[in-house]
T-cell receptor, first 117, second 115 residues
Framework: NAGVTQTPKFQVLKTGQSMTLQCAQD?????MSWYRQDPGMGLRLIHY???????DQGEVPNGYNVSRSTTEDFPLRLLSAAPSQTSVYFC????????????????FGAGTRLSVL | KNQVEQSPQSLIILEGKNCTLQ??????????LRWYKQDTGRGPVSLTI?????NTKSNGRYTATLDADTKQSSLHITASQLSDSASYIC??????????????FGTGTRLTVIP
């Protein structure tokens, strides 16, 4: 049981490049989400998914795309990287909101540190 | 506006001492409150989670309290150890009908335990 696995751990991009941050979980969680963490700010929700085939925007979705073709995987795509997207990105998963199972405890990946030059 | 505020921003204590971290929130409708520990370079890890009816929850040397009337929570760390050095994040969940977890994150308290 690996939990939530994020790859890569580090990435440097040039402005305008595109890339995909990978996230996979093996706990059969319905809910998956992507956050970014910037200095002096709380984690901010980018996109989330309540199940395979269902995604929705969070607080800061601009410049990012997601898809959820399987329960296990939830990749985050940067379409055209900008310096403002320099951040640490965390993927998290949990049972779906409203479920009593595990009280919706979120499990976080180790993060991806992204620098956009 | 739904907000979570934590204090202090940072704290330095001697190994073996106790400390208390504070969290005030204005999230509504309230569902539960969580405390996470985030080691440097790692993702947050859940310490405790409390619903409206729970006013205290312990996890080893960590004890969280919740006062839902005043919308305040605290995290008390007893007999601190060097490994307690981390950021502690207060997260408040709002009830949602859509199935989404509406989570509001504090900016964290950076705790440093020195020998």
């Amino acid at each position: 049981n690996a939990g939530v696995t994020q790859t890569p751990k580090f990435q440097v991009l040039k402005t305008g490049q595109s890339m995909t941050l990978q996230c996979a979980q093996d706990m059969n969680h319905e809910y998956m989400s992507w956050y970014r963490q910037d200095p002096g700010m709380g984690l901010r929700l980018i996109h989330y998914s309540v199940g395979a085939g269902i995604t929705d925007q969070g607080e800061v979705p601009n410049g990012y795309n997601v898809s959820r073709s399987t329960t296990e995987d939830f990749p985050l795509r940067l379409l055209s990287a900008a310096p403002s997207q320099t951040s640490v990105y965390f993927c998290a998963s949990s049972y779906r909101g409203g479920s009593e199972r595990a009280k919706n405890i979120q499990y976080f990946g180790a993060g991806t540190r992204l620098s956009v030059l | 506006k739904n907000q979570v505020e934590q204090s202090p921003q940072s704290l330095i204590i001697l190994e073996g001492k106790n400390c208390t971290l504070q969290c005030n929130y204005t999230v509504s409708p309230f569902s539960n409150l969580r405390w996470y520990k985030q080691d440097t370079g790692r993702g947050p890890v859940s310490l405790t989670i409390m619903t409206f009816s729970e006013n205290t929850k312990s996890n080893g040397r960590y004890t969280a309290t919740l006062d839902a009337d005043t919308k305040q929570s605290s995290l008390h760390i007893t007999a601190s150890q060097l490994s307690d050095s981390a950021s502690y994040i207060c997260v408040v969940s709002a009830r949602a009908q859509t199935g989404a977890n509406n989570l509001f994150f504090g900016t964290g308290t950076r705790l440093t335990v020195i020998p």
